[in-house]
């Protein structure tokens, strides 16, 4: 019978449930996503601010256990939501929709847009 060795530790698609412990485990805690978007003509954009839940000297959420309450547009991550393309290069979780597009950032928007917004970048 053949083994197999894993030095890392070994995660099949069927564990990867949204919300199990091994989904979550993805999660580098970069915090880039928990900042405020925009979706503009079917294309998401990225803002400069952060969710108020955010604690930006530690990069961590300050409700995640309770923040589906807290913040109710705080979107769980699953296989759907990813595919809408709201999550930056290099997120563990776009492996999930590797073809999802790339967001922009807000400064990408045209100026008329960024003025009705009163957007800085
Ligand atoms: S961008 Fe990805 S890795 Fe970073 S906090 Fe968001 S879900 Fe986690
Ligand atoms: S509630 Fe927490 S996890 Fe959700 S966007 Fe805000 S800081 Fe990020």
Known sequence: MRSKRFW?????????????????????????CCYEKLE??????????????????????RVYSNRTVEQ?????????????????????YRRFAPDSPLPKISSELPDEIRRQLNLDL
């Open 8 to 32: 890392r530790p070994y995660v099949t698609r069927a564990h990867l449930r949204p919300g199990s412990p091994e989904w979550e485990e993805l999660c580098q805690r970069c915090a880039r």
């Open 40 to 61: 503009y003509c079917g294309e998401i954009f990225y803002t400069a601010s952060p969710c108020p839940h955010l604690d930006e000297s530690t990069q961590r959420c």
């Open 72 to 92: 109710p547009d705080c979107a769980a991550l699953t296989p759907e939501i990813i595919a809408m393309g709201v999550l930056p290069q290099g997120c563990p």
